[in-house]
């Protein structure tokens, strides 16, 4: 997937010739001949600072018009869809080639993939209004846009068509890649008719394919990054080879936020194959004609560093800090209310039954199986970055900002992403790459070592909540309280959205318990802790605020002697796709049969990212260790846009959840972070992962995301499963040391 | 200068005896299917054959495989096994983000030359040193029963 194309030309020429425009998407001739399509997808964040979900296509591209996806067809009839989306594994590259190819009506192997160049502006992703993969977004955004794009594309080939035969378009049907005449054998290729399709008039109104009529949308079309990720043919970032390149690796300060004062060099210099030592402010590189040199002669160095302020940083001082910010007296300013229904205070002190509980989340590290890396070439009037990001366009921002050259001069080649997790939409690494870089006239490959990749990562907060219910005599929540305690990621990472302390993120969910009473209260403290950078893990706000709020019900319907399935569907408002998941997922796990001494079933439901999703986990626990055997999943994402991808996700993202809950944290030690590799940071290995069964629920309501729910729903249905198989009631995440300590 | 047979070609190299193979063969032959994780065997991302057998290339020193044959994700379609472990690959879509495939792939078509009809256990033992994050084990396990009745 290297991307050195001539798009940005090609859009110019759009506007250049008065495109013609409709609503959202706009036609014309496309540089070298043939129709090119150019699509602007909806922006969830309007600029406005309202993070409301995308309401149309049409609402958002009423203000400031600007296609940020394009198809081409050219005169041989070659499809090519220029996508913003990278392909990280959740099988974006292939699902939205299907949503063109329905309604072109090609074969979506027919379709050929570019992707786009960094273009914030152009690239947009609809939902997160950046250029982004991320946020279960890319189908929920593309949905609809895509689809109306693929029918204006056929309905323009289909005049061209019917002129050109002089019969009536009506008459005319497409069929893999051509259109047919109906009553004569007349038939064209779309390549013949895209020079003329061109110049015919966008129509104003298309119509989609009814879903009944759908001959690819629902199917489990194969994958198309399968092929060359079975041969070793795919060529992600790490995999890149240009030129005279050299290999860089690193040593950062070991403690977090520490500054290099000074290395002695003189003995790497010896190692063979070691070219130049990049001194920066905070890190060490090496430069040498290939990693295990650099690697020798970063062992080699004598590296003298300032710890600074965090030299004494210990869990423990992070958690305290965090306990007092969490606390109504400790805390130095008012937290921010993200809701406030009716009068908790009131009906909380009028409640016969009260219960508080305080649960708490680690950092964790995303451990991409890819570690990170970047290639880059900066010379005089030019840089160019190979890499693989979900965030291009922050990428080029900078390399402008290292190298001080125009964002035109700056090109980033976008690759397959081994892993992203959330971990590849910041890039201080390839920040760094650019700095080491700039000091030489080659092209240089950074490549962290595993061992740095975790040490300086960017970490999923450390979450400190309280909650709280006030229940009436017959179990009924009558009052709920929840206050979110952690760093704030969007104040970091997307500054404009943070706003009145809120961080909307750190509350999703929380903000919307399935159990939500008229007496609501949602509260957010900020405390960010000393030396930790914190950033976006799979499955974010859900993956947090589903595990605290999915482990309170459970706790109410154990403290009030009720099942724990009744006492969700009684306590539920009005939610049928949420009633419907957790019956069909209870009914397929077979919840309230006797099971083995020792074992015991969980459950959890959840809506995020636009999709219901309901867990039962079944597990064992003997001596302190978890066996998990069976995850039964149930989602209703609505319409399904390949089955196969949302099962496989479900399951990846159940696997990658289970990981972190049993196993994951991060901790830190005199500044320093105590885990290195995949020895000290537990992952799920083979004979570890449970049988998993997805079962889809048919439905015609809008796609929801399925790259996160997976991950975000499994922690609470373990924790559940175990106080069921136990008595232990896990509120501490990681599993293994509750486990221990309970 | 050591010389390494790869994938059947000989590849005379100036590293020094103790460079890993795997850097060996990424950053100066230039066959970059086999792929780094870890650096100390934990992961198995940069599985390859030495004379048939499964090893971790990262900690696996040129010298080592002096003599020996070298088969990598570039050339194992090549042999009957590592065809059937890819084909079944592909048949269940086994890949996501696909980083750790190859070296899933080396390790399965080790497993199945040498036991053809392996049991679920047999799978669990040979298959778990190598981490997918993105959690595909349940069709991986899927796909080597598959290959192995292929």
Same mark, same amino acid.
């Given at each position: 997937?290297?991307?050195?194309?001539?798009?940005?030309?090609?859009?110019?020429?759009?506007?250049?010739?008065?495109?013609?425009?409709?609503?959202?998407?706009?036609?014309?001739?496309?540089?070298?001949?043939? @129709?090119?399509?150019?699509?602007?997808?909806?922006?969830?964040?309007? &600029?406005?600072?309202?993070?409301?979900?995308?309401?149309?296509?049409?609402?958002?591209?009423?203000?400031?018009?600007?296609?940020?996806?394009?198809?081409?067809?050219?005169?041989?009839? !070659?499809?090519?869809?220029?996508?913003?989306?990278?392909?990280?594994?959740?099988?974006?590259?292939?699902?939205?080639?299907?949503?063109?190819?329905?309604? !072109?009506?090609?074969?979506?192997?027919?379709?050929?993939?570019?992707?786009?160049?960094?273009?914030?502006?152009?690239?947009?992703?609809?939902? !997160?209004?950046?250029?982004?993969?991320?946020?279960?977004?890319?189908?929920?955004?593309?949905?609809?846009?895509?689809?109306?794009?693929? /029918?204006?594309?056929?309905?323009?080939?289909?005049?061209?068509?019917?002129?050109?035969?002089?019969?009536?378009?009506?008459?005319?049907?497409?069929? +893999?890649?051509?259109?047919?005449?109906?009553?004569?054998?007349?038939?064209?290729?779309?390549?013949?008719?895209?020079?003329?399709?061109?110049? @015919?008039?966008?129509?104003?109104?298309?119509?989609?394919?009814?879903?009944? #009529?759908?001959?690819?949308?629902?199917?489990?079309?194969?994958?198309?990054?399968?092929?060359?990720?079975?041969?070793?043919?795919?060529?992600?970032?790490?995999?890149?080879?240009?030129?005279?390149?050299?290999?860089?690796?690193?040593?950062?300060?070991?403690?977090?936020?520490?500054?290099?004062?000074?290395?002695?060099?003189?003995?790497?210099?010896?190692?063979?194959?070691?070219?130049?030592?990049?001194?920066?402010?905070?890190?060490?590189?090496?430069?040498?004609?290939?990693?295990?040199?650099?690697?020798?002669?970063?062992?080699?160095?004598?590296?003298?560093?300032?710890?600074?302020?965090?030299?004494?940083?210990?869990?423990?001082?992070?958690?305290?800090?965090?306990?007092?910010?969490?606390?109504?007296?400790?805390?130095?300013?008012?937290?921010?209310?993200?809701?406030?229904?009716?009068?908790?205070?009131?009906?909380?002190?009028?409640?016969?039954?009260?219960?508080?509980?305080? =649960?708490?989340?680690?950092?964790?590290?995303?451990?991409?199986?890819?570690?990170?890396?970047?290639?880059?070439?900066?010379?005089? #009037?030019?840089? #160019?970055?190979?890499?693989?990001?979900?965030?291009?366009?922050?990428?080029?921002?900078?390399?402008?900002?290292?190298?001080?050259?125009?964002?035109?001069?700056?090109?980033?080649?976008?690759?397959?992403?081994?892993?992203?997790?959330?971990?590849?939409?910041?890039? #201080?690494?390839?920040?760094?790459?650019?700095?080491?870089?700039?000091?030489?006239? %080659?092209?240089?490959?950074?490549?962290?070592?595993?061992?740095?990749?975790?040490?300086?990562?960017?970490?999923?907060?450390?979450?400190?909540?309280?909650?709280?219910?006030?229940?009436?005599?017959?179990?009924?929540?009558?009052?709920?309280?929840?206050?979110?305690? &952690?760093?704030?990621?969007?104040?970091?990472?997307?500054?404009?959205?943070?706003?009145?302390?809120?961080?909307?993120?750190?509350?999703?969910? /929380?903000?919307?318990?399935?159990?939500?009473?008229? +007496?609501?209260?949602?509260? %957010?403290?900020?405390?960010?802790?000393?030396?930790?950078?914190?950033?976006?893990?799979?499955?974010?706000?859900?993956?947090?605020?589903?595990?605290?709020?999915?482990?309170?019900?459970?706790?109410?319907?154990?403290?009030?002697?009720?099942?724990?399935?009744?006492?969700?569907? /009684?306590?539920?408002?009005?939610?049928?796709?949420?009633?419907?998941?957790?019956?069909?997922?209870?009914?397929?796990?077979?919840?309230?049969?006797?099971?083995?001494?020792?074992?015991?079933?969980? @459950?959890?439901?959840? =809506?995020?990212?636009?999709?219901?999703?309901?867990?039962?986990?079944?597990?064992?626990?003997?001596?302190?260790?978890?066996?998990?055997?069976?995850?039964?999943?149930?989602?209703?994402?609505?319409?399904?846009?390949?089955?196969?991808?949302?099962?496989?996700?479900?399951?990846? &993202?159940?696997?990658?959840?289970?990981?972190?809950?049993?196993?994951?944290?991060?901790?830190?030690?005199?500044?320093?972070?105590?885990?290195?590799?995949?020895?000290?940071?537990?992952?799920?290995?083979?004979?570890?992962?449970?049988?998993?069964?997805?079962?889809?629920?048919?439905?015609?309501?809008?796609? &929801?995301?399925?790259?996160?729910?997976?991950?975000?729903?499994?922690?609470?249905?373990?924790?559940?499963?175990?106080?069921?198989?136990?008595?232990?009631?896990?509120?501490? @995440?990681?599993?293994?040391?509750?486990?221990?300590?309970? | 200068?050591?010389?390494?047979?790869?994938?059947?070609?000989?590849?005379?190299? *100036?590293?020094?005896?103790?460079?890993?193979?795997? $850097?060996?063969?990424?950053?100066?032959?230039?066959?970059?299917?086999?792929?780094?994780?870890?650096?100390?065997?934990?992961?198995?991302?940069?599985?390859?054959?030495?004379?048939?057998?499964?090893?971790?290339?990262?900690?696996?020193?040129?010298?080592?495989?002096?003599?020996?044959?070298?088969?990598?994700?570039?050339?194992?379609? *090549?042999?009957?096994?590592?065809?059937?472990?890819?084909?079944? $690959?592909?048949?269940?879509?086994?890949?996501?983000?696909?980083?750790?495939?190859?070296?899933?792939?080396?390790?399965?078509?080790?497993?199945?030359?040498?036991?053809?009809?392996?049991?679920?256990?047999?799978?669990?033992?040979?298959?778990?040193?190598?981490?997918?994050?993105?959690?595909?084990?349940?069709?991986?396990?899927?796909?080597?029963?598959?290959?192995?009745?292929?």
């Amino acid at each position: 997937m290297s991307t050195p194309t001539n798009t940005p030309k090609q859009v110019e020429t759009l506007s250049e010739q008065g495109m013609r425009r409709r609503n959202f998407i706009i036609a014309g001739v496309a540089a070298g001949g043939g @129709l090119l399509i150019g699509v602007a997808l909806p922006q969830l964040f309007d &600029g406005k600072g309202d993070a409301s979900p995308a309401k149309t296509a049409e609402d958002s591209a009423k203000n400031a018009f600007s296609p940020n996806a394009f198809i081409r067809i050219d005169k041989d009839g !070659l499809v090519t869809l220029i996508m913003s989306k990278v392909e990280m594994g959740q099988g974006t590259f292939t699902s939205i080639t299907m949503l063109i190819a329905e309604e !072109l009506g090609v074969d979506p192997a027919q379709v050929k993939l570019e992707q786009a160049p960094a273009d914030e502006k152009k690239y947009a992703d609809p939902l !997160l209004g950046g250029q982004v993969t991320g946020g279960s977004t890319s189908i929920r955004g593309a949905w609809e846009p895509m689809r109306k794009a693929g /029918a204006v594309a056929r309905t323009l080939l289909v005049s061209a068509a019917s002129q050109a035969w002089n019969v009536d378009a009506k008459d005319c049907r497409v069929e +893999n890649g051509y259109v047919l005449h109906t009553g004569s054998d007349k038939k064209i290729g779309y390549g013949e008719l895209a020079e003329k399709a061109a110049t @015919l008039p966008v129509p104003q109104e298309v119509t989609l394919k009814e879903a009944k #009529d759908f001959t690819l949308i629902g199917k489990p079309i194969k994958r198309v990054d399968s092929p060359q990720k079975v041969n070793g043919q795919a060529i992600y970032g790490i995999d890149v080879r240009q030129p005279n390149m050299k290999i860089a690796t690193v040593a950062m300060s070991p403690v977090l936020g520490g500054k290099l004062v000074s290395v002695d060099d003189s003995k790497a210099r010896d190692i063979k194959g070691v070219r130049k030592i990049v001194k920066l402010d905070d890190a060490v590189a090496v430069i040498a004609d290939h990693m295990w040199a650099a690697k020798q002669g970063l062992a080699a160095l004598d590296i003298k560093w300032d710890g600074g302020r965090n030299e004494t940083l210990t869990m423990k001082d992070i958690v305290s800090q965090l306990d007092q910010a969490s606390s109504d007296k400790g805390r130095a300013a008012p937290g921010a209310v993200a809701r406030s229904d009716g009068s908790f205070k009131e009906a909380f002190a009028k409640a016969d039954e009260k219960f508080e509980a305080v =649960y708490q989340l680690p950092f964790l590290s995303h451990a991409a199986i890819e570690p990170m890396n970047a290639t880059v070439h900066v010379q005089k #009037d030019r840089c #160019d970055v190979w890499v693989g990001t979900q965030v291009p366009a922050l990428a080029q921002a900078g390399a402008v900002g290292i190298t001080k050259l125009p964002p035109e001069k700056v090109f980033i080649h976008n690759h397959h992403i081994g892993g992203g997790f959330g971990r590849r939409l910041d890039v #201080d690494f390839i920040n760094q790459a650019v700095a080491i870089a700039k000091t030489v006239d %080659y092209p240089v490959k950074l490549v962290w070592t595993r061992e740095e990749d975790m040490q300086h990562g960017i970490y999923r907060p450390y979450y400190y909540d309280r909650l709280s219910a006030g229940l009436d005599k017959d179990g009924k929540i009558t009052a709920w309280q929840h206050q979110v305690t &952690g760093s704030s990621i969007m104040a970091r990472w997307i500054p404009q959205f943070f706003k009145n302390g809120l961080d909307s993120d750190a509350v999703e969910v /929380a903000k919307e318990p399935l159990y939500a009473p008229a +007496n609501i209260f949602v509260e %957010y403290i900020r405390q960010e802790p000393p030396g930790m950078v914190t950033g976006w893990w799979r499955g974010v706000g859900a993956t947090h605020n589903t595990f605290m709020v999915e482990s309170f019900i459970d706790e109410l319907a154990h403290k009030v002697g009720k099942d724990p399935l009744q006492y969700r569907l /009684a306590s539920m408002g009005d939610s049928p796709r949420a009633r419907h998941v957790l019956e069909v997922a209870a009914k397929q796990a077979g919840w309230g049969q006797p099971l083995p001494k020792g074992s015991g079933r969980g @459950l959890s439901v959840q =809506y995020a990212f636009g999709t219901y999703v309901a867990q039962v986990a079944e597990l064992e626990v003997k001596e302190d260790e978890v066996k998990v055997k069976r995850v039964v999943c149930v989602v209703d994402c609505g319409m399904v846009v390949n089955p196969d991808h949302v099962r496989a996700q479900m399951e990846g &993202g159940i696997n990658f959840g289970i990981s972190g809950a049993l196993w994951g944290e991060i901790t830190v030690n005199n500044g320093k972070v105590e885990q290195s590799n995949f020895d000290s940071y537990r992952v799920m290995r083979m004979r570890e992962a449970p049988v998993i069964e997805v079962h889809l629920v048919q439905s015609t309501e809008a796609p &929801g995301g399925i790259g996160e729910p997976g991950t975000a729903a499994i922690a609470p249905a373990l924790t559940n499963a175990i106080f069921a198989a136990t008595g232990k009631r896990i509120r501490q @995440l990681p599993i293994k040391n509750s486990l221990v300590a309970a | 200068m050591i010389t390494l047979n790869v994938n059947g070609k000989d590849h005379a190299l *100036d590293v020094t005896e103790d460079t890993p193979i795997l $850097w060996a063969l990424r950053d100066v032959i230039g066959l970059t299917g086999t792929k780094f994780g870890c650096g100390k065997a934990l992961c198995g991302a940069c599985t390859i054959h030495l004379d048939g057998q499964a090893t971790r290339s990262c900690i696996t020193p040129v010298s080592l495989a002096t003599g020996k044959k070298i088969t990598t994700i570039e050339s194992i379609g *090549d042999t009957d096994v590592g065809k059937r472990v890819q084909q079944a $690959w592909l048949a269940l879509d086994v890949v996501q983000c696909g980083y750790c495939q190859s070296g899933q792939i080396m390790s399965a078509s080790a497993l199945l030359a040498q036991t053809p009809n392996p049991t679920d256990e047999e799978i669990d033992n040979a298959m778990s040193g190598n981490i997918c994050r993105c959690g595909t084990y349940p069709r991986i396990k899927a796909a080597i029963k598959n290959a192995a009745k292929a």
